[in-house]
């Protein structure tokens, strides 16, 4: 088959068209249609690619910034409070919704445990840091690059590491 033809057959075929649709279909899902139901303060930036699920159980503070490829992911009953001046880094995942692990049982019919996350004023969250549900993280902290924190931080702290901890005091 001469290349043209080729090129044309891969213009027409009706599966590349189809998939651009899913893609638009998911944004919307992920992004568009959460972004609307979540409480956004004013001066707030959002990366175009940031991902929402339960968008009305989530609260984002005046003027904060939320950076590429972060996922706020609130449970079926719990909420993700982000609060003003926080800069979440880019790939940073929040999520107020974990699984049980007792054992014999699949983990996708494990119960779910829903519990709000707190993220305060003032707070910086570096690239791809991982809060997991019940965390609430005080005013003015700061989470080292990588960091998953487990366990809630005291305002002002300085905190690395998988699981997080306090390394030291901010200012």
């Not at 339960?54 to 993700?80: D, N």
């Amino acid at each position: 088959m001469p290349a043209i033809l080729r090129a044309l057959a891969s213009i027409l075929d009706p599966r590349p068209w189809l998939h651009v649709l899913r893609l638009v279909h998911f944004y919307n899902y992920s992004h568009v249609s959460q972004v609307r139901r979540a409480r956004i303060g004013p001066g707030v930036k959002l990366a175009p690619n940031v991902s929402l699920r339960s968008g009305e159980r989530i609260e984002i503070g005046a003027r904060a910034h939320v950076g590429a490829y972060c996922s706020l992911w609130a449970g079926e009953t719990s909420r993700i409070v982000i609060g003003e001046d926080a800069l979440l880094g880019p790939e940073v995942y929040i999520t107020a919704s974990n699984y049980e692990t007792a054992p014999g049982r699949p983990v996708m019919t494990q119960p779910h445990i829903d519990a709000d996350v707190v993220i305060g004023r003032d707070v910086w969250l570096g690239a791809r840091v991982i809060v997991l549900a019940g965390v609430t993280i005080g005013d003015g902290c700061v989470v080292g690059a990588g960091s998953v924190v487990t366990r809630s931080l005291p305002p002002g702290s300085i905190a690395v590491g998988a699981p997080a901890r306090v390394v030291g005091q901010r200012g």
